[in-house]
């Protein structure tokens, strides 16, 4: 089924002549348009290329780096590492609790240390009854114990998965009746979070898509047009997750590089395709065919998304002088993101509108969105000058409201609480602290050079 096109009323000149001069973006989108099925074809491989390494992005990314790197803090968790493992960052906790005390009933916690031997993902498992008092590793309550296990990996991005399998492997056992194990720790955290992370972006795709649809089908005024967008944010967030990945394999990389990199991605999406999309129907309805519709939107258009993305890449580069890995990896993750969504803005979307023809224009009868949208801000811009102090009055007194709560803002650093209940880590921490008081989770180390 074919929508009849309205047709341009008056042509303002021929379409042989283009209006604006052949500035670089402008020949760029020419050349898109006049080898559109190329560029298609290279979009198309390059996107299903990145797809396997963009859905398995997870598996290169790390739950951690908080840390500031060159800090005392990091000193002492190298030092823990290197001299007390057990004790460092790469350990895990059990905790175990049965009902009798456990001095009277040791055969639960023996049984248990003997499955941890060899588990998936531990190294070295340390029995709690075998060090002092002082260690705090039996509760008070005398039926909990801590049993540390040194999980196995090469480098900090493969602990998360480590812990994930010491989870597994726990909740697998059969305990005695009375008794139950988690897993908690820094790790096991951010492997639930992982998960967790990956299951909520899975959610909040479901949830945001037919709203971000219904937003840009109103936008646009056509379901061809209204793609445009989506496919800019698959293509460039394809390629931008992929980049991530192969990045994460030779440099640690947050699992929230993630979530920016597909937030920014869509957002810039839908910004980058109204640009272009709306300058090439004004160019189409003057009387341009495609071809030179193309070239002249993206002489204007063209050049306002590559300066603005620009501007993106050059305010989140700044994130690269804090020495936090996770700061760095979500400007990181946002910044791949744009420069592939801005790539494919000014090169797949002009050879795919020229290919498209007239299906991305309004249909007969319809009203364009663009026109309607650019007489409601005509008319409101003219209110707003006619009392501009009025209007910067309440400007300001609605942005100062919508920022009044960020007084009472309290910030801190995630923990446990980030993971959903029921989860192996969380119910570990919560069991830790009931048992063993608040804190507990969290010891302070001091280390000190012996004589």
């Known amino acids: 089924m074919t929508s009849t096109i309205a047709p341009p009323s008056e042509p303002q000149q021929t379409t ?170 820094e790790w096991a955290v951010w492997s639930d979070f992982n998960q967790t992370n990956e299951e909520a972006l899975h959610k909040a795709e479901l949830l945001s898509g037919l709203p971000t649809i219904v937003l840009l089908l109103i936008a646009f005024g056509s379901a061809i047009a209204a793609g445009l967008p989506l496919m800019l944010a698959v293509a460039g967030i394809a390629v931008g997750f992929a980049s991530l990945h192969l990045l994460g394999v030779t440099m640690p990389l947050s699992v929230w590089a993630m979530n920016f990199s597909m937030m920014i991605g869509l957002a810039v999406g839908i910004d980058y395709s109204l640009f272009i999309v709306s300058r090439y129907r004004e160019e189409r309805e003057d009387g341009y065919g495609a071809e030179d519709a193309i070239g002249n939107a993206l002489a204007t258009a063209g050049k306002a998304v590559f300066l603005s993305a620009l501007a993106v890449v050059l305010s989140l580069a700044a994130v690269f002088v804090v020495p936090v890995m996770v700061f760095r990896s979500m400007a990181l993750g946002m910044i791949l993101a744009v420069v592939a969504v801005a790539t494919a803005a000014l090169t797949l979307l002009p050879a795919v509108l020229v290919a498209l023809g007239d299906r991305v224009l309004v249909a007969k009868g319809h009203d364009d969105p663009d026109r309607a949208a650019e007489g409601r801000w005509t008319r409101w811009t003219g209110k707003a000058l006619a009392r501009p102090g009025r209007t910067l009055a309440l400007g300001l007194g609605l942005l100062l409201l919508l920022a009044a709560p960020a007084a009472g803002m309290r910030l801190g650093m995630p923990g446990a609480g980030v993971v959903d209940e029921g989860r192996s880590s969380r119910d570990g921490y919560e069991l830790l602290i009931d048992a063993f008081g608040p804190g507990a989770a969290a010891p302070l180390f001091i280390t000190t050079p012996a004589e």
């Open 16 to 185: 042989d002549e283009p209006a604006h001069p052949p500035a670089w973006f402008s020949r760029l989108a020419r050349w898109s348009a006049r080898h559109r099925r190329g560029v298609m074809a290279t979009w198309l491989v390059a996107t299903l290329l990145a797809a396997p390494l963009a859905l398995t992005l997870t598996h290169a990314l790390s739950g951690a780096g908080w840390e500031a790197q060159g800090s005392v803090s990091v000193e002492v968790r190298d030092e823990l590492r290197s001299d007390f493992p057990e004790l460092g960052a790469e350990a895990a906790v059990v905790v175990y609790q049965q009902a009798d005390p456990i001095a009277d009933d040791p055969a639960g916690l023996q049984a248990l240390l003997a499955d941890l031997e060899g588990a998936p993902g531990a190294q070295q498992v340390v029995d709690p009854t075998t060090r002092p008092a002082e260690s705090g590793l039996m509760g008070p309550d005398g039926r909990t114990a801590l049993v540390p296990v040194l999980l196995e990996a090469k480098e900090d991005a493969d602990l998360p998965e480590s812990a994930g399998e010491l989870i597994s492997h726990v909740e697998s056992l059969d305990l005695p009746d009375g008794a139950r194990a988690e897993v908690t720790g």
